[in-house]
């Protein structure tokens, strides 16, 4: 092999340069600092100024009034009432199915699995108008039967109510305790189970001394998100609760907005409805601090499965109720409604398609919002991960200053619900002399702002997977940082990168809780025209609106994963030369 | 030229010092082995001397250019040197192939000059015929290999080693070693090779450069640093070492002293050491030889009485325990031929040549930072 010249190196007696890969992190740096100003920081001080302002003039009149006007403080209470039985009702079926799942010989476990998943994907505002058409107290079919066909008015139930409410949420929130539980329960090792029973203990003993203890962090944990995610949803307290006259925080918000608008009030509202939020997810990091010692010896684990016997039975019957109730019964109500004439006892004896006829053909809105919806989530999807991406690389792979502040304001709107979200922005941009307000992209910015946590955290598990070495061998072969960046990184972290594309296009597609405040006739979203569509009253066409909105989110996230899984050449990545 | 001046390099990692005022010369083709526990600053002073961190304190210059100074680095791209990492740091999404092109591609190479210059390579490092391979269908040999063809076939004209054969086995770590060695030999492409195994940096190396607590010891050719180790941690390092105390009977270069209760064995001294100072004598196992004592009969001139307590056969050698008089415990290296047996009296001999005098106490010899290069 012949031998070049030399290194490339300076002229000699030259001053070496500062590298160039320094200003491009400065720049990086700076692109992601005013990218979370304007998303978060900008907004939240408005937001801020704005509860205790009016006219330019400080004053605590607006929070005054949220905490004693009766109107306000029954919606703080009702918000609190729902969040609590959501959250116990979420453990009471979550971790039930958890248990079953992942410790006992339960048939069609992967079916039980697949039920949470379903559960959790449905949007709850579809869920709650399922609800309505089942137990509405006059129209809803199961009252209707129960009061006309078997004479038993006795066994109606409202669901306009906070126990109609509860219901409805609990449906969208379970998965949250399921989903945390199973895995806890998973990455107990049956040897320290083993290990009390062999000292003596019985098998409740065992559960209550040993399992329990392990696993109670997370399943605490899951009812906090649950609770969290619950007092957050707009559609279902507003298409329950309205009717009922059941008050929430969302919707009391939501209707300060009425003309008048009520900018201070709502701003005080707002950041109650924060701090509520905040103080659940603080609640909520520490139950999961205290779960690290699950999964320290949760490695290569081997989970006990118990024989349960006959009993299995019974616990199926558990699984396949939560299945029938969560997954089953919403999907054939729309559906039946959808192609039901006139929906009643008697509605299978006169289908239809006309309804989807309407909303396809004639409702002009639907078209709109399709395109709307389709083009906000996969721009807020790329923008996030691209935001993301550089705030996780900025994070793990330099040395500037004040990388760790930049990495927590991206978590910041973790604890802001959707409608606060807009009720800042709104604050902001319609005191800045830029109209943007009533288009696509003040919904992008608010879609954006909610759900670059969502990125970071992604982002920041990809890189974090990819080994220093991998980046730095490129670059001792020559390449310069942008390259190396393209070359390397990028395709390594695609796998990761796109997971947290999905798992942003996913709620983005269904967003309702700040597009309800943001929307022109324009920029109208599909969620908000199945809202809009609900409020007319007309329960067929809505429900084959909600049909179609769940084809083309399902369609949606179907095609979005195989182009994410297309085009990789390469063999999975696992082991050679990845870090441990 | 492609020589390598390290001119009182320090780097901190906050309040801990990796690398202090550390300097080291090394020259144009010479393969040079950065060699310490770990902790010891060497992975430190590779990745200074590749760029990818800037010096606290001093200067790196090649040939006539400096490349590091506190002020600034040129980046490791443009500094046209290669690097093997400890994990090979092979691209898993990249065929083998294209690992090894992508330093051409980035240096706009035309393609048919690329694919003649990765089958050489490829050759050279016996991959032939495996280019279309993914590293996850390698063996840890392949994947190393395939990073020193990466790095090879840019042609730098310095490679730096991150302990290039420390993941992989015993058998394989030793041919790698030949290999290296082979492939240094036939490119002439200077060599930085950090490692923790002093038997690798002894049969690697053209001179070997011992790092302690961010500090050199010692720079010399393999032979120097094994046989007349600077001071105790080098002797330490280096491998199994006797530490025999001693009293100095007769200082200088001709000088003896007493081990053992009273034995003399002649030894040249350091300076500065007056009679009835407390010395260690360093010895290695293989520089002391036993001989049988018949019952009642007295040890000859410079050899010490002593007594086996413990014989462990090793195959192609018997590693021997001997007590002293004094209950000063040695170790030597016997051939299986020998035979000897627990509680058998012997007569130890020390080859002085093979043998170094420390002052007792902390460690006083000092390092030698500017040795001049071996014949």
Redesign the interface.
């Known amino acids: ?21 320094v200003r491009a992190e400065r720049a990086v740096m700076a692109v992601a600092m005013v990218s979370l100003a304007l998303l978060v920081v900008l907004p939240l001080a408005f937001l801020g100024w704005g509860s205790v302002s009016e006219e330019g003039r400080p004053t605590l009149e607006h929070f005054r009034e949220a905490l004693s006007n009766r109107l306000y403080v029954t919606a703080l209470r009702n918000s609190l009432v729902l969040g609590t039985w959501t959250a116990v009702l979420s453990i009471a079926i979550g971790l039930p199915l958890a248990w079953a799942v992942s410790r006992t010989d339960v048939p069609a476990r992967r079916f039980v699995h697949v039920t949470a998943l379903i559960a959790y994907l449905t949007p709850p505002y579809l869920t709650a108008i399922a609800f309505v058409n089942l137990f509405s107290p006059n129209a809803g079919l199961v009252n209707r039967l129960m009061r006309d066909g078997l004479g038993a008015p006795a066994l109606t139930f409202n669901v306009f109510s906070m126990s109609g409410l509860v219901l409805v949420t609990v449906l969208h929130t379970f998965p949250f305790v399921y989903l945390l539980a199973a895995s806890a329960l998973e990455s107990v090792d049956a040897s320290m189970e083993e290990s009390a029973q062999i000292l003596g203990a019985g098998r409740w003993r065992t559960a209550a001394a040993i399992t329990g203890p392990l696993v109670a962090p997370a399943v605490l944990s899951g009812a906090l998100i649950a609770f969290v995610n619950a007092i957050a949803l707009f559609g279902s307290q507003a298409i329950i609760g309205l009717p009922g006259r059941v008050f929430t925080l969302p919707t009391r918000i939501y209707a300060l907005f009425d003309y008048p608008p009520q900018y201070g009030l709502a701003s005080a509202m707002s950041l109650v409805f924060v701090a509520i939020t905040v103080i659940a997810l603080a609640l909520q990091r520490r139950y999961l601090a205290r779960r690290s010692f699950v999964t320290v010896g949760g490695k290569g684990s081997r989970p006990r499965r118990q024989a349960l016997g006959p009993a299995r039975w019974g616990v199926f019957a558990f699984c396949v109720a939560v299945f029938v109730i969560a997954v089953l019964a919403p999907y054939l109500t729309l559906l039946a409604v959808s192609v039901s004439r006139s929906w009643g006892l008697a509605f299978w004896q006169n289908l239809t398609l006309e309804h989807y006829r309407f909303v396809l053909f004639e409702y002009d809105v639907t078209r709109r919002a399709i395109r709307n919806s389709l083009l906000l989530a996969a721009g807020t999807a790329t923008l996030t991960v691209l935001l993301g991406s550089l705030i996780g690389w900025i994070d793990l792979r330099t040395t500037l200053r004040g990388r760790r502040l930049l990495d927590y304001t991206s978590l910041i709107p973790l604890g802001l619900p959707g409608i606060v979200v807009a009720v800042a922005l709104i604050q902001f941009w319609l005191r800045v002399p830029v109209p943007i307000y009533g288009t696509l992209l003040i919904i992008l910015l608010a879609y954006t702002g909610r759900y670059v946590p969502l990125a970071v955290r992604s982002a920041n598990a990809a890189f974090r997977q990819i ?1 220093p ?2 980046e ?10 942008l ?2 960046f393209g ?2 990184t990028l ?2 972290a695609r796998p990761g990168l796109f997971a947290g594309w999905l798992l942003v296009f996913v709620p983005a597609i269904q967003e309702l809780s700040a597009s309800i405040l943001l929307f022109s006739s324009q920029s109208i979203t599909l969620a908000v025209a199945v809202y809009n569509l609900y409020e007319t009253g007309a329960l067929e066409p809505v429900a084959a609106l909600a049909i179609v909105t769940m084809v083309i989110i399902t369609a949606a996230i179907a095609l979005a994963t195989r182009l994410g899984r297309g085009g990789t050449k ?10 441990q | 030229m492609a020589g390598i001046a390290i001119d009182r390099v320090t780097k901190r990692f906050g309040t801990t010092v990796a690398v202090r005022g550390l300097s080291l010369q090394v020259e144009d083709r010479e393969f040079v082995t950065l060699l310490g526990p770990s902790g010891c600053g060497k992975t430190t002073l590779l990745r200074l001397i590749a760029g990818f961190m800037a010096p606290d304190e001093g200067a790196i210059r090649v040939g006539a250019a400096t490349l590091s100074t506190p002020a600034g680095v040129v980046p490791p791209e443009r500094r046209g040197m290669g690097m093997v990492f400890q994990n090979y740091a092979v691209w898993p999404h990249k065929s083998v192939y294209d690992n090894v092109a992508f330093g051409l591609q980035v240096r706009r190479i035309a393609r048919a000059e690329i694919r003649a210059r990765v089958a050489r390579v490829l050759e050279l490092v016996n991959l032939a015929g495996l280019d279309a391979r993914y590293p996850n269908e390698l063996s840890g040999g392949q994947q190393q290999r395939v990073a020193l063809a990466r790095s090879l076939v840019v042609e730098p004209a310095i490679l730096l080693l991150d302990e290039p054969l420390s993941n992989l086995d015993a058998k394989l770590r030793e041919r790698m070693r030949w290999e290296l060695k082979d492939v240094q030999r036939r490119t002439g492409i200077t060599f930085v090779y950090v490692t923790h195994d002093q038997s690798e940096a002894l049969a690697l190396s053209d001179r070997i450069a011992v790092m302690h607590q961010g500090e050199l010891q010692q720079y010399g050719a393999p032979r120097e640093v094994y046989t007349r180790p600077a001071n105790r941690t080098v002797a330490d390092f280096m491998g199994l070492v006797n530490l025999i105390p001693a009293r100095v009977r007769r200082p200088g270069p001709a000088g003896a002293v007493a081990v053992g209760g009273e034995h003399i064995v002649e030894v040249a001294l350091p300076p500065g050491l007056a009679e009835g100072a407390s010395v260690q004598v360093a010895v290695r196992p293989e520089s002391v030889r036993v001989g049988v004592l018949a019952p009642g009969a007295a040890v000859g001139f410079g050899a010490v009485p002593g007594k086996v307590v413990d014989l462990t056969f090793l195959g192609n050698l018997v590693d021997c325990h001997v007590t002293l008089g004094d209950g000063t415990r040695i170790r030597v290296q016997v051939d299986p031929g020998q035979r000897l047996e627990i509680g058998l009296p012997v007569s130890v001999e020390i080859d002085a040549a093979a043998a170094t005098v420390f002052m007792e106490g902390p460690e006083m010899a000092p390092p030698t930072p500017h040795a001049p290069r071996p014949g």
């Open positions: 092999m012949s031998l070049s010249a030399g290194p490339a190196t300076l002229a000699p007696g030259t001053a070496p340069v500062v590298a160039g890969g080994d070495a991998l730095e061998s490129a670059r001792i072969t020559g390449a310069g940082w390259r190396t070359a390397v395709p390594l390469s063999p999975p990545v696992e082991g050679a030369g990845l870090a």
